[in-house]
C-alpha cells in the first residue's frame, strides 16, 4: 500500500448511471490530483486541490465532477458518461505541487458501457 | 502542454543488461522527476532531481539532468524482470504542479 487508497479498484457503468470514485489518503499531504490514463496518450491531469481548495480544472467536461470535503479525501463524481472516458483514473498526493514526488493509488479502472 | 518526452517509446533488453531512457523538456525547471508503473497500477515515485544537481544515485538507479540541454536520463543498472514497466518522467516548474510524459515501456526478458 502506498498510502492513498482508491476504491472501487473496477467499475462498470452504464452511460446513464452516476457513480463515484473515492481517494483517501493518510499521508499529510495538503494537495490532491485527480489524472486520467487513458491508452497510449499522456497522463492528462483533471483537477488539482491544494489546502483543500480547488486550485485547477482543466478544461474537464462538466459530466466529471469532483470534491474535496478534507484534506484527506478526494471524490470524482461521474454522471451520464461517454464510452470515451472509459480509462484508469489515479488519485494522487503530495506535500506542495510540484516540490516533492507524488504518491499514487492504484487507480480506478473505469469502463463505460 | 506536455513538457516532458521519453526517449525511446519501447525498450526492450536481456536480464542483466543496463537500460537507460532519456527524457526532453522544454522550458525551465525546477526539479525533475522519474516514476515507474507496471501495467494497470499507480505510479510509483523513483527519484528526483533538483534545477542545480546534475547526478542523483538510488539503488541501481542513476538519473542524470543537464539543464543546459534540457533533458535527463535514467539508467538501470543490472535489470532484472521486475524492472518490467513504463517509466515517466514529470517536470515542475517552482511551485506548480507536476507534468508527465508518454512514458518508456521496459521488457526485461529471461
Known amino acids: 500500500e502506498t498510502g492513498v487508497t482508491q476504491t472501487p479498484r473496477h467499475l462498470v457503468m452504464g452511460m446513464t448511471n452516476k457513480k463515484s470514485l473515492k481517494c483517501e489518503q493518510h499521508l499529510g499531504h495538503n494537495a490532491m490530483y485527480w489524472y486520467k490514463q487513458s491508452a497510449k496518450k499522456p497522463l492528462e491531469l483533471m483537477f488539482v486541490y491544494s489546502l483543500e481548495e480547488r486550485v485547477e480544472n482543466n478544461s474537464v467536461p462538466s459530466r466529471f465532477s469532483p470534491e474535496c470535503p478534507n484534506s484527506s479525501h478526494l471524490f470524482l463524481h461521474l454522471h451520464t458518461l461517454q464510452p470515451e472516458d472509459s480509462a484508469l483514473y489515479l488519485c494522487?498526493?503530495?506535500?506542495?505541487?510540484?516540490?516533492?514526488?507524488?504518491?499514487f493509488g492504484s487507480g480506478t479502472r473505469l469502463t463505460v458501457v | 502542454s506536455q513538457q516532458g518526452e521519453e526517449d525511446p517509446q519501447a525498450l526492450s533488453i536481456q536480464e542483466g543488461e543496463n537500460a537507460t531512457m532519456n527524457c526532453s523538456y522544454k522550458t525551465s525547471i525546477n526539479n525533475l522527476q522519474w516514476y515507474r508503473q507496471n501495467s494497470g497500477r499507480g505510479l510509483v515515485h523513483l527519484i528526483l532531481?533538483?534545477?542545480?544537481?546534475r547526478e542523483k544515485h538510488s539503488g541501481r538507479l542513476r538519473v542524470t539532468l543537464d539543464t543546459s540541454k534540457k533533458s535527463s536520463s535514467l539508467l538501470i543498472t543490472a535489470s532484472r524482470a521486475a524492472d518490467t514497466a513504463s517509466y515517466f518522467c514529470a517536470t515542475s516548474q517552482g511551485a506548480q504542479k507536476l507534468v508527465f510524459g508518454q512514458g518508456t515501456r521496459l521488457t526485461i526478458n529471461p
Open positions: 532531481i533538483r534545477s542545480n544537481e
Open positions: 494522487a498526493s503530495s506535500q506542495g505541487q510540484g516540490s516533492y514526488g507524488y504518491t
